[in-house]
């Protein structure tokens, strides 16, 4: 009984990713879910109080999955540039992919403080590799450059999406582009990227 609980909660949660994914945070709703799942509407009740309890286990189960493929690309690496540019590459990738990008979208609205500061705290173990990879590089305040090296890989995900979306051509980067120069700046400082 466990396991059959276990597998319809699993497809409530596919369900909830492809909703999101495909026509944003207006399509979670829970005759949706019902629908894409063949479940009666009150047996999604039987497993998430809320559209928020939904958006929670997404964030619960996607964002340690996400953070683990990070870490993955960042060990792979043999020198801490490496793994600063595995950090910065795969936010990039990460931010790119529309499951993604869908759910951290409703996860800023739907989630109390003490579901963000769970969140938090699972980015907070990608922000110590990078702290010991500036470490290991030499750097004099490596919790502050991380700090700021997250504000470059937030402002290279924004100007990605813009480019995306961007309708007059003013903005012709390509997403390659994009990451090359936001690791460039990350490795080199304004001198070189």
């Known amino acids: ?3 059959h609980r276990q597998l319809q909660r699993a497809a409530l949660l596919d369900a909830a990713r492809t909703l999101l994914t495909e026509g944003g945070k207006e399509a979670l709703t829970f005759p949706a879910l019902a629908a894409r799942t063949g479940l009666a509407r009150s047996s999604v009740y039987e497993y998430f109080r809320s559209r928020a309890a939904v958006v929670e286990a997404l964030c619960e189960v996607d964002f340690p999955l996400w953070a683990a493929e990070i870490e993955a690309g960042m060990e792979s690496c043999d020198t801490a540039a490496e793994r600063i540019e595995a950090y910065v590459r795969g936010q990039l990738a990460l931010a790119a992919d529309p499951r993604h990008r869908a759910v951290v979208a409703i996860s800023a609205l739907e ?5 963000r500061e769970r969140i938090r705290a699972a980015h907070g173990r990608l922000a110590g590799l990078v702290v010991r990879a500036l470490e290991d590089l030499g750097h004099e305040r490596p919790r502050l450059a991380a700090a700021l090296l997250q504000g470059v890989v937030e402002s290279a995900v924004r100007r990605a999406e813009q480019a995306a979306t961007a309708r007059t051509g003013c903005l012709t980067e390509s997403p390659e582009e ?3 120069t936001a690791v460039a700046l ?3 400082g304004l001198s070189r990227a």
């Open 178 to 180: 994009i990451a090359d």
């Open 111 to 115: 989630l109390d403080e003490a579901a």
């Open 1 to 3: 009984m466990a396991e």
């Open 186 to 188: 990350a490795l080199h």
